[in-house]
Nanobody, 121 residues
């Protein structure tokens, strides 16, 4: 059984910063790409940032230059540093990881439970 547990959400004023964390635990052989998604009120879930197992990163245009994704492979943890936050960044943020639970398993997508980020104007 694999679990992704997120932390770090909260309420912040526009222009402020938050750092989200997501730790994968359980039966894990390999963790491939790890990603952050978000879903704002009345909106579809969208990809925010992705980082591969070797550190290549990608970002949505709306967060480039403000958000930074990183990971600690030894801890199976991914982070999202969010700076210069805007009210439109308000959303539930979800962690996603592509994980091989065992040596003979194929990759499986796992999701965290989500953490609320609210940016006040």
């Amino acid at each position: 059984q694999v679990q992704l547990v997120e932390s770090g959400g909260g309420l912040v004023q526009a222009g402020g910063s938050l750092r989200l964390s997501c730790a994968a635990s359980g039966t894990i052989f390999v963790v491939n790409a790890m990603s952050w998604y978000r879903q704002g009120p009345g909106k579809q879930r969208e990809l925010v940032a992705v980082i591969t197992s070797v550190g290549y990163t990608g970002y949505a245009d709306s967060v480039k230059g403000r958000f930074t994704v990183s990971r600690d492979n030894a801890k199976n943890t991914v982070y999202l540093q969010m700076n210069s936050l805007k009210p439109e960044d308000t959303a539930v943020y979800y962690c996603n990881a592509q994980i091989l639970p065992g040596v003979s398993d194929g990759p499986v997508n796992y999701w965290g439970q989500g953490t609320q980020v609210t940016v006040s104007s």
